[in-house]
């Protein structure tokens, strides 16, 4: 029984898992998105999350408490290691003016990434349909307009790549739902008839 080993080894060694893991959360800070396996992603959801959230953390302490703001740029930076894009995740240098990646998700708890899968049943793409008929996704990436073509697998089942992204923003509010015109209506008559008998 494999009591207490959690995580996907990947067929990887564990520097080599990590030297991965760094990698892939390199590529999604620099391009905003990426795409490699669902495995993969699911894998380094969890590390990318932390490391945005130590980077709000850094964002907001970075006037009140500079140590504490020195500490989480220090734990971000041995995780990353990578200077230029640290300072891109707490809005250090060249990021200062421009906004970094923790002004951005400042209003929002969590779940800064999404993986959406390139094809199979989830995305109702039908298996063995002509080229023509295969949906395509566009996106920018690098300043460049780019496509993925959705095909599904043989069997119907999931493709194994997916697109790994942040998330647009901060959490848009939600707003109410309008209210039905015939409850308007119906308050508009009750102050009509207080206004006739007062």
């Known amino acids: 029984m494999r009591h207490q080993k959690t ?6 060694t ?26 993969k992603a699911k894998e380094i ?4 999350e932390r490391l945005i ?8 302490k970075r006037v009140t408490d500079r140590p504490a703001y020195v500490h989480y740029y220090r734990e971000i930076l041995s995780r990353l290691q990578d200077k230029a894009l640290t300072q891109k995740l707490v809005g250090e240098g060249q990021w200062r ?30 298996t063995g349909s002509k080229i023509g008929q295969i949906p395509v996704l566009n996106y920018k990436m ?24 942040l998330v647009e923003g901060a959490g ?5 739902a309008p209210k039905p015109e015939a409850k308007k209506e119906e308050t508009s008559k009750t102050s009509k008839q207080e206004e006739k008998k007062g």
């Open 45 to 48: 959801k969890p590390f990318v």
């Open 172 to 176: 848009e509010v939600v707003k109410e």
């Open 14 to 39: 564990s520097s080599h898992r990590l030297a991965l893991r760094r990698n892939l959360a390199k590529a999604l800070f620099t391009h905003g998105r990426i795409i490699t396996t669902v495995t």
């Open 142 to 165: 690098e300043g460049r307009d780019r496509k993925v073509r959705l095909v599904g697998h043989r069997l119907g089942d999931n493709a194994p790549l997916a697109l790994f992204e």
């Open 53 to 60: 959230t130590l980077a709000i953390k850094a964002f907001g």
């Open 97 to 126: 003016e421009k906004g970094c990646i923790a002004e951005r998700f400042l209003n929002r708890n969590g779940g800064y990434t999404r993986i959406m899968r390139l094809g199979g049943s989830r995305l109702g793409i039908l």
């Open 7 to 12: 995580g996907r080894h990947l067929g990887r």
